[in-house]
């Protein structure tokens, strides 16, 4: 069955970094585009990363552009996402999602930053 499995959450003090992984199974990995999606407790859950199946660019929420890093290898049916400069308002649950003609969604996995 399809599974998108995150990993790598924690706790990261103000500037640390992270580095997220989410591996899939039960199904093409490298027909689908990858994103990255994250919600804090009482708001929506936000688009922060995405990155095509095949070519093209990647894109970014302004709220971390410049900081996270989404990346994809499809050898391996995993995305990840790199974080830097972590920030309090980075924490989050963070959620990898796949897409083409459907959506599959990860479990989530937990980012506290604190000091």
């Known amino acids: 069955q399809v599974q998108l499995v995150e990993s790598g959450g924690g706790l990261v003090q103000p500037g640390g970094s992270l580095r997220l992984s989410c591996a899939a199974s039960g199904f093409t990995f490298r027909l689908y585009a990858l994103s990255w999606y994250r919600q804090a407790p009482g708001k929506e859950r936000e688009f922060i990363a995405g990155?095509?199946?095949?070519?093209?660019?990647?894109n970014y929420a302004n709220s971390v552009k410049g900081r996270f890093t989404i990346s994809r290898d499809n050898a391996k049916n995993t995305v990840y996402l790199q974080m830097n400069s972590l920030t309090p308002e980075d924490t989050a649950v963070y959620y990898c999602?796949?897409?083409?003609?459907?959506?599959?969604w990860g479990q989530g996995t937990q980012v506290t930053v604190s000091s």
């Open positions: 999602k796949a897409e083409r003609t459907l959506s599959y």
């Open positions: 990155v095509p199946s095949a070519g093209g660019s990647t």
